[in-house]
């Protein structure tokens, strides 16, 4: 049973800085991509930034220049540094990874999010 669980978010002021964490546990024999994911209010799922095994970062156009996605691989933990909130960022937060439990089996599981909220 593969799980994923988030930590760290909160209610900040914007401007403020706020340190994502998700750690995955569980049956996994190697993950591939992680990633985070938020969905506000009225809005459809979009993702945030995401890294490889290798390291390869992308970022949705929003959140450039302020967030920052790195990954521990021993730690099966992938984190996202929010700085420069700004009130718009408000939404829930989804860690997502790509990952294999065995030889053969991979697929897509997800956190069950963090709420993050930026206040005005």
């Known amino acids: 049973q593969v799980q994923l669980v988030e930590s760290g978010g909160g209610l900040v002021q914007p401007g403020g800085s706020l340190r994502l964490s998700c750690a995955a546990s569980?049956?996994?024999?190697?993950?591939?991509?992680m990633g985070w994911y938020r969905q506000a209010p009225g809005k459809q799922r979009e993702l945030v930034a995401g890294?490889?095994?290798?390291?390869?970062?992308n970022y949705a156009d929003s959140v450039k220049g302020r967030f920052t996605i790195s990954r521990d691989n021993a730690k099966n933990t992938v984190y996202l540094q929010m700085n420069s909130l700004k009130p718009e960022d408000t939404a829930v937060y989804y860690c997502?990874?790509?990952?294999?439990?065995?030889?053969?089996?991979?697929?897509?599981?997800w956190g069950q999010g963090t709420q993050v909220t930026v206040s005005s």
């Open positions: 997502n990874a790509d990952l294999s439990t065995g030889w053969s089996t991979r697929g897509y599981y």
């Open positions: 569980g049956s996994i024999f190697s993950i591939n991509t």
């Open positions: 890294i490889t095994s290798g390291g390869r970062l």
